[in-house]
């Protein structure tokens, strides 16, 4: 059986996904009454107030609560953990290191999964031990590739990347809704300008997405003398690139700050 401790967004994300694919045997610990009905509900799984019951029940322990709160369910949960299982967090900054000290056993996975999830379309990065066997490893990948793509990465690199895929998806919205805004200004009605916005993005992401590199597409577009010239220069004389590089740095820091619990 698989166990969720923790019934927000981004376990229901993984338990949609994982239902569309056909996964049964789900559990889920929530202390919302109406969040538990509503999981029941609308993906037939069964729910429950107790972290305690997830964690004596299930051989596989998704736990997707809040860093700050992590600490505290590792406490209530360590008795029922005993070391043939497995316990996959996904909470940002939490290190193996300090599952391992809370937990006996070793086992331990840590994702950093994002918001685009909620739609298939997430980018989910694992780092884990070296005790699994092929297997294991695969059946944890399907669970994160039923929404999205799926990479493993040294555990070094996990403040990296959730300071640019965890934390991206709200800078990439800003900056849609920054443009969006400008377009407001620039007379259109706010529908249009969100709608132009949007969808400039998506289909600016398919084309990266074919292999295309980002500098010759924004040759492709850009004319010399040209409108897109003129906004470039104001990006490049205003320093984007190092606006957006002093935000993941804050980003990064603070995922650092929330692993110092060992």
């Known amino acids: 059986m698989i166990g969720f401790i923790g019934g927000g967004n981004m376990a229901e994300a993984l338990i949609k996904g994982m239902t569309s694919q056909g996964m049964k045997g789900i559990i889920v610990s929530e202390p919302n009454a109406d969040r538990r009905s509503f999981l029941e509900g609308e993906y037939g799984v069964k729910t429950t107030p107790s972290n305690k019951e997830v964690a004596s029940l299930c051989s596989l322990i ?22 043939e299982k497995t316990v996959v967090s996904i909470a940002a900054g939490i290190t193996l290191s300090y599952l391992g000290a809370k937990l006996k056993t070793r086992r331990l996975v840590r994702v950093m999964p994002n918001t ?18 092929d297997g294991e490893i695969a059946r944890i990948r399907e669970i994160f590739m039923s929404v999205g793509r799926v990479l493993t990465l040294p555990e070094e690199q996990m403040n990296a990347v959730t300071a640019l895929s965890g934390s991206g998806p709200a800078f990439v919205a800003l900056f849609v ?71 993941l740095q804050a980003a990064r820091e603070r995922a650092e700050e929330l692993g110092r619990r060992e």
Not at 71 to 78: C, M, N, R
Not at 121 to 129: P, Q
Not at 194 to 219: C, D, F, H, S, V
């Open 116 to 133: 685009p999830a909620i739609v298939q379309e997430g980018m989910s990065v694992l780092s884990l031990c070296e005790c699994f066997s």
């Open 177 to 247: 809704e920054a443009m969006t805004e400008a377009g407001t200004e620039l007379g259109l009605n706010r529908d249009d300008s969100a709608e132009l916005a949007i969808q400039t993005l998506i289909g600016t992401a398919k084309l990266l997405e074919t292999g295309m590199p980002p500098n010759r597409l924004r040759e492709m577009v850009t004319s010399p003398g040209g409108t897109t010239a003129a906004g470039l220069k104001v990006f490049e004389e205003r320093d984007l690139g190092g606006v957006i590089g002093a935000a």
């Open 62 to 83: 998704l736990i997707a609560v809040k860093p700050q709160n992590m600490s505290a369910v590792l406490d209530e949960i360590e008795d029922g953990v005993t070391e």
